[in-house]
């Protein structure tokens, strides 16, 4: 079965600056890999996505991820923050092999962007 | 992309009761998942609805708690039984874009159990 391992709980970061939240897998054949945000008190919405292709992946709000294969990682990335990015980030992955394309969340980054 | 509506989108449920919660999708789907988010913590697949068979439950979910129905390909229902604190949650309704492996979710909801 997948894991999948967000290493920052929460990240603070100032407004304008980068941000960067990492997210790793456990190792597996092929994998569909998916960055979902979660505003407070709303359901989860889709930042990007990898099922295949080029390695670095471009979502919404200027938000970018890239697929490392050989260190089963799959990090997110923004180079300026706003304060409207302040939200949790689910990295998710699902086995292209296995059936019923279940996803496994990782536990989440909660990113608070500060003025 | 699939618009999904739930059900009550928050309620407060008195211990030993039981919740219906209620996913409409505007569109046909094959698969859809019910998740639970426990407080500050990460999403956990309950189980798979499939429309005509049994749904499938995950290790440590059983049918007698969290009994499923998936009449038809826009429709199904959660239900939290014999309810208790630690159930207390958000409960996702999600569907599944076979073409492109992603998941539409609702909007949830949030269960507070007394």
């Not at chain 1, 960067?20 to 407070?40: I, K």
């Not at chain 1, 180079?79 to 949790?88: F, K, L, Q």
């Not at chain 2, 009761?17 to 019910?34: G, N, R």
Request: charged content about 15%; overall charge neutral.
């Amino acid at each position: 079965a997948q894991s999948v391992t967000q290493l920052d709980s929460q990240v603070p970061v100032f407004e304008e600056a980068p941000v960067e939240l990492r997210c790793n897998y456990s190792s597996s054949v092929s994998v569909y890999l998916f960055w979902y945000v979660q505003y407070p008190n709303q359901g989860l919405q889709l930042l990007l996505k990898y099922l295949s292709g080029s390695t670095l992946v471009k979502g919404i709000n200027g938000f970018e991820a890239e697929f490392n294969k050989s260190q089963t990682s799959f990090h997110l990335r923004k180079p300026s923050v706003h304060i409207s990015d302040t939200a949790e980030y689910f990295c998710a992955v699902s086995d292209r092999l296995a059936a019923g394309n279940k996803l496994t969340f990782g536990g989440g980054t909660r990113v608070l962007v500060k003025p | 992309s699939a618009v999904i509506s739930q059900k009550p989108s928050r309620d407060i449920c008195q211990r030993g009761t039981s919740l219906t919660i209620q996913c409409q999708v505007d569109s046909q789907v094959t698969m859809m998942f019910w998740y639970r988010q426990q407080p500050g913590q990460s999403l956990t697949l309950i189980a798979t609805a499939n429309q005509g068979s049994e749904a499938t439950y995950e290790s440590g979910f059983v049918i007698d708690k969290f009994p499923i129905s998936r009449p038809n390909l826009t429709f199904s229902t959660l239900t939290v039984s014999n309810m208790s604190p630690e159930d207390s949650s958000i409960y996702l309704c999600s569907v599944l874009a076979v073409n492109t492996g992603e998941l539409f979710f609702g909007e949830g909801s949030r269960l507070t159990v007394l």
